[in-house]
C-alpha cells in the first residue's frame, strides 16, 4: 500500500510540475507575441506594464504548482534529508513568490 501511495504522489508531483512547466512556456509566448504587437501595430491596445503584469502573475503560479509538487514528492515518508531540501526549497520559493506579489500589486496601482 506505501509503495502505491508512493507512486501516486510521485506521478502527481511529475503532472503538476510539466503544469508549471507548460503555464510559464505559454506566458513566454504570449510575451513574444504581445511585444511583437507593440512593435509592428501603430495602435496596440497593450502595454509593456500590462505584459510585465501578465507574466508575473504566470510565474507566481507556476512558483505555487512547483512548491505543491515538491511537497508531494516528500508526502510519503520522508527522510530528515528530504524534509530539510523540502524546507529550503520552501522558502527560496515563497520569498520569491512575496516579492513577485509585491513587484505585480505595485505595479498594478501605477498602471
Sequence with gaps: ME?????????ISHA???LAAIIIGVAVIQVLLNYFRIF???V???TKEEIRVRFGSS?????????????????VAPSWDDIGKLAAI?????????FLDRELKHSKSIA
Design 3 to 11: 509503495e502505491f501511495a508512493l507512486n501516486t504522489t510521485i506521478t
Design 16 to 18: 503538476v510540475e510539466i
Design 40 to 42: 509592428f501595430q501603430p
Design 44 to 46: 496596440c491596445r497593450i
Design 59 to 75: 510565474v507566481a503560479v507556476s512558483l505555487e504548482l512547483l512548491l505543491g509538487a515538491d511537497v508531494l514528492a516528500t508526502a
Design 90 to 98: 520552501a522558502v527560496l520559493r515563497t520569498a520569491l513568490n512575496y
